[in-house]
T-cell receptor
Framework: GAVVSQHPSWVICKSGTSVKIECRSL??????MFWYRQFPKQSLMLMAT?????????EQGVEKDKFLINHASLTLSTLTVTSAHPEDSSFYIC?????????????FGPGTRLTVT | DAKTTQPTSMDCAEGRAANLPCNHS???????VYWYRQIHSQGPQYIIH???NNETNEMASLIITEDRKSSTLILPHATLRDTAVYYC??????????FGTGTSLTVIP
């Protein structure tokens, strides 16, 4: 149980284009999902907290107009990297909390590797 | 910002116990300590969490000091598959996780 998937697992795009990454909770409902970014040999950095039916809360220094987050259902959150540039190349990971569990444990997806050329 | 500090790396012999320390001296009374691990290029995997009592599950044990300023994750019999980066995280009031630098554990045959 508590499986989180991401799609795609990797993507290559050209500079200036936009890329959408999906995060799904497969066997549970998640009112809250989180998006992280991880550069090579570095730790995970929290980008934003995504709440179902409301606007995402972004961490300081993360551009909300560049990283668009939509959490339209209890099982799906999407991250769109707009006008991507090579410096946006990174490993993007989402996580989700299980609404039904009395726990704040986060279940992580397998990550999406974005390469911008 | 991360509220934890961990050693950058550790080695452990296969079959022996791996003891991974974490300092969280600024932890507040209602903040939990979580441990996750990340194997290369994968999403983090939950290990264990606790508030003030020691905890044990099928993967590991978590020992939290009485003043809650530090904790130790214990993998009782390390295997090669336990080689990973281990993150100690303090869950803040807004339920966010702020990852520190983690400890890269290498289990040696």
């Amino acid at each position: 149980g508590a499986v989180v998937s991401q799609h795609p697992s990797w993507v290559i795009c050209k500079s200036g284009t936009s890329v959408k990454i999906e995060c799904r909770s497969l066997d549970f409902q998640a009112t809250t999902m989180f998006w992280y970014r991880q550069f090579p040999k570095q730790s995970l950095m929290l980008m934003a907290t995504s709440n179902e039916g409301s606007k995402a809360t972004y961490e300081q220094g993360v551009e909300k107009d560049k990283f668009l987050i939509n959490h339209a259902s209890l099982t799906l959150s999407t991250l769109t990297v707009t006008s991507a540039h090579p410096e946006d190349s990174s490993f993007y990971i989402c996580s989700a909390r299980d609404l039904a569990r009395n726990s704040y444990e986060q279940y992580f997806g397998p990550g999406t590797r974005l390469t911008v050329t | 910002d991360a509220k934890t500090t961990q050693p950058t790396s550790m080695d452990c012999a296969e079959g022996r116990a791996a003891n991974l320390p974490c300092n969280h001296s600024t932890i507040s009374g209602n903040e939990y300590v979580y441990w996750y691990r990340q194997i290369h290029s994968q999403g983090p995997q939950y290990i264990i969490h606790g508030l003030k009592n020691n905890e044990t599950n099928e993967m590991a044990s978590l020992i939290i000091t009485e003043d809650r300023k530090s904790s130790t994750l214990i993998l009782p019999h390390a295997t090669l598959r336990d080689t990973a980066v281990y993150y100690c995280i303090v869950r803040v009031a807004g339920n966010q996780f702020y990852f520190g630098t983690g400890t890269s554990l290498t289990v040696i045959p």
